[in-house]
């Protein structure tokens, strides 16, 4: 299949170069030019034959910031030879959908095609995105919608079965400093002829900080080197301290990211690894996680994968959380710190958990059982003719303090185990106590039998 030539650049930039900023004029105007995603637009790879053919499908570009779903949306219209219309969810609402919309059917009845790009798509209510529906059937537009957020859960499946996702990586460290190089060498949209000097180890510093967002990189450059400016030209150490100050990872306090990231750090607690559940924890209050939350998460693991392993966990927890109410950030963040540490290292069980899952699961199962009558209180003489209480078997009067062929379940019912402790941290006395209770049990029950 024939390869097709981009369209023209000027009918999709009409400000003048001078007024963008560099990480605009930097945007790839072909494939070529493209860094990152070397995986999705592989050479012979579907979506890139798609795209240099002009023979492109609606679709849903889900990746990170800075990943290149703006530029890629753009490249389709450019090798399709269509009008690229572009729209924002947070910014539009129905009546500009529609008005753009019958802009183009318009255009489809006259024989042109429309590149419709919906940016933050997955901010659009199901109303919004159905509006799309008709126009993606007929054809009168090609959908791209771009979202950082998981599309499974924020774009409705009418939405979804119309349009393919394709996922979009963060850029590598090594892919954005091509990009800045590039940046520093082109005279015509760049930094080139304007005697910008940098080092390697400057340029990979800039690069790191961009956190695999191309843009985010080229406007940093962008700023080293209008500061540069007023140095001779070179981007020396003092110049870097100046434009990496604020530095900001990725994370999104509602989104996938935040989602993934205590996922990761409970299952690092889980796995026993201290060292890699700091790093999440760390991760997460760099990103700016509310330590509240984060103390609530780890004390939900102190009962959750701890348990009676290591009851001093549930306390240290709650103590943990005491201090950084009293103490805020940065100070208390160490006791959180110290917690997660704690977590991760000492002994786990999930019996507890288990135990407590099971007997929900009986209570559902058997609905409202009788409680026994000797279980039963019998303060009136009613009740006492009735049998409350009768037969009860004061467990302090039994020899070693515990009436063995007493049941205390109801009757309907017959005995049942839901806590099996593991043979970790305390739950190995635990568990030998309870082992040979309930073989005691068993055998009174037979002798009585």
Request: glycine share 8%; charged share 25%.
């Given at each position: 299949m024939a390869k097709k030539k981009p369209a023209s650049e000027s009918s999709l930039f009409k400000a003048p170069e001078g007024l963008k900023p560099l990480a605009e004029r930097m945007r790839p105007a072909s494939l070529y030019e493209m860094v990152g995603q070397r995986r999705l637009l592989a050479p012979g790879s579907a979506l890139r034959r798609a795209v240099e053919s002009g023979n492109v499908h609606?679709?849903?570009?889900?990746?990170?910031?800075?990943?290149?779903?703006?530029?890629?949306?753009?490249?389709?219209?450019?090798?399709?030879?269509?009008?690229?219309?572009?729209?924002?969810?947070?910014?539009?609402?129905?009546?500009?959908?529609?008005?753009?919309?019958?802009?183009?059917?318009?255009?489809?009845?006259?024989?042109?095609?429309?590149?419709?790009f919906v940016d933050e798509v997955h901010r659009f209510n199901k109303v919004q995105q159905d509006a799309f529906l008709p126009h993606i059937e007929r054809g009168s537009i090609l959908f791209?919608?771009?979202?950082?957020?998981?599309?499974?859960?924020?774009?409705?499946?009418?939405?979804?079965?119309?349009?393919?996702?394709?996922?979009?990586?963060?850029?590598?460290?090594?892919?954005?400093?091509?990009?800045?190089?590039?940046?520093?060498?082109?005279?015509?949209?760049?930094?080139?002829?304007?005697?910008?000097?940098?080092?390697?180890?400057?340029?990979r510093e800039i690069a790191g900080a961009a956190d695999g967002?191309?843009?985010?990189?080229?406007?940093?450059?962008?700023?080293?080197?209008?500061?540069?400016?007023?140095?001779?030209?070179?981007?020396?150490?003092?110049?870097?301290?100046?434009?990496?100050?604020?530095?900001t990872r990725r994370f999104d306090k509602q989104g996938e990211q935040f989602y993934d990231q205590i996922s990761a750090l409970h299952k690092s607690v889980r796995s026993s690894n201290p060292d890699a559940a700091l790093y999440w924890f760390t991760r997460m209050l760099d990103g700016g996680c509310d330590p509240h939350y984060l103390a609530r998460r780890m004390t939900r693991m102190a009962v959750e994968d701890v348990g009676l392993a290591d009851p001093r966990a549930l306390q240290m927890a709650i103590e943990a959380w005491a201090t950084y109410d009293r103490l805020g950030s940065p100070e208390g963040d160490l006791a959180l710190a110290q917690l997660v540490i704690y977590l991760a290292?000492?002994?786990?069980?999930?019996?507890?958990?288990?135990?407590?899952?099971?007997?929900?699961?009986?209570?559902?199962?058997h609905g409202t059982q009788d409680v026994p009558l000797h279980l039963r209180n019998a303060p009136t003489k009613l009740m006492k003719e009735l049998g409350y209480g009768t037969g009860y078997q004061y467990d302090h009067d039994a020899p070693d303090g515990i009436a063995l062929d007493q049941t205390a379940f109801p009757d309907a019912m017959g005995e049942r185990v839901y806590y099996e402790p593991v043979e970790r941290g305390l739950e190995i006395k635990l568990k030998e106590k309870l082992d040979r209770l309930r073989a005691a049990r068993e055998d009174a029950r037979g002798k009585k039998r």
């Open positions: 609606s679709m849903v570009l889900w990746g990170p910031p800075g990943c290149g779903k703006t530029t890629l949306a753009l490249l389709l219209a450019r090798y399709a030879e269509a009008e690229f219309v572009a729209i924002s969810a947070v910014l539009s609402g129905l009546p500009q959908v529609r008005e753009v919309l019958a802009e183009a059917e318009q255009r489809f009845n006259e024989g042109r095609r429309t590149v419709l791209v919608g771009a979202t950082t957020e998981n599309p499974s859960f924020e774009l409705n499946s009418a939405l979804l079965s119309r349009c393919r996702v394709h996922v979009l990586e963060a850029v590598s460290q090594d892919d954005i400093i091509e990009a800045l190089k590039r940046a520093l060498a082109d005279e015509s949209r760049g930094l080139g002829g304007q005697g910008i000097e940098v080092d390697d180890e400057r340029l967002d191309v843009r985010r990189g080229l406007t940093l450059l962008e700023i080293a080197a209008e500061l540069a400016a007023d140095e001779g030209g070179r981007i020396t150490q003092t110049t870097q301290v100046q434009v990496l100050a604020d530095r290292s000492c002994a786990k069980s999930n019996a507890g958990y288990v135990a407590f899952k099971a007997a929900q699961a009986d209570v559902r199962e």
